[in-house]
């Protein structure tokens, strides 16, 4: 069976702001010091899924610039744009059609584009048991992440006691998937052993997840269906405006995957990071002897467990604790550390006030 990665590209990454914006979102910035985000995840599955075999989603305001600082591996024709973002139920449902119209049902890997995963070859060998998984047995399938802290900024994911399987590794049913906690509750997560972070990676046949989108979300699929004969040909742009205002806007988790029986998870434990805010910065930079994580010109005295990013200008800072400062060109960064969660409220806040190109 072909096996096909669809990496999710179309987000704003709002909680990096001021380094990530809409037209230059976090996953095609170089943050790590390697490669932009969405290269290192194509990189990453590189071995168990063929290169070649790769689905990107994104938008309108990020495609040619995707298009030209990405992965030469992957073909014009699998890059997927959508006209308006209507969140990753359209992009995956999207993205399965369009697959199984090309190749028939073929397994389905999807990824975030910007997520940080240290161990490679655990990774690999993790994916290459969770696709052995989903050809097996015909269910949907994850990969949990066993958690290290009580983190309030991740999904989790509540497994059942006693695995189902034992081979290719350990699987077990998913009873529920939980939003992120509060702290509290993230700590009760972390006691019990049952729970493990949701890392957004899926696997499944396309006509596994074809059939429960017609069952879980008809409209979305009725909706949808006329467009993939215009995949590809003259009439594309025409029918992805006629059709992709119409879409219900609703994520994977919320549309099929909180309400399907049949879903499995197995446990990663490959380095993985979310890199979905500043605060998580520390897993690709170790912090210095005082707490600080500093990717900038910077002189300081007496400041603590703060991370400071900057681009041009030197940042000093006397006497501070705990805070984020992120300097840009033309934008200015000064968070305390634990509301690091918050930073999208001030993309929406910009955008209200009609300031669009700061966010």
Known sequence: MNKFATILAGGGGTRFWPLSRQELPK???????????LNDTIERFNGVIPMENTIVVTNRTQAVLLESIMHKSVQHANILVEPVAKNTAASILLAALFIEKNHGDSL?????????????????????????????????????????FPSTGYGYISCKNDPILANPCQVYEVAEFVEKPSFIKAQSYLQSGHYLWNSGMFIWKTSCIIENFKRFLPRLFKTMLPLIEYIGTDGEEDKMNE?????????????????????????????????????ALGAIFPPDEYGNIVKASYVGI?????????????????????????DTKDALLICAKDKAQDVKEIVKLLKEKGMQEYA
């Open 27 to 37: 996953q095609l910035i170089n943050i790590s010091g390697n490669d932009i985000m």
């Open 108 to 148: 389905m890997v999807v990824f975030p584009s910007d997520h940080h995963i240290t161990e490679e070859e655990k990774f690999k060998k993790t994916l290459d048991d969770a696709c052995r998984i989903a050809m097996d047995t015909d269910k949907i399938v994850t990969i949990g992440i066993k958690p290290t």
């Open 243 to 279: 059709i992709y205002p119409l879409l219900q806007n609703i994520s994977i988790d919320y549309g099929i995957l909180e309400r399907c029986d049949e879903i499995v998870v197995i446990e990663g434990d490959f380095g993985w990071n979310d890199i979905g805010s500043w605060d």
């Open 302 to 326: 007496e400041t603590r467990n703060s991370i400071i990013y900057g681009q041009e200008r030197l940042i000093t800072t006397i006497g501070i604790d705990g805070l984020i400062i992120a």
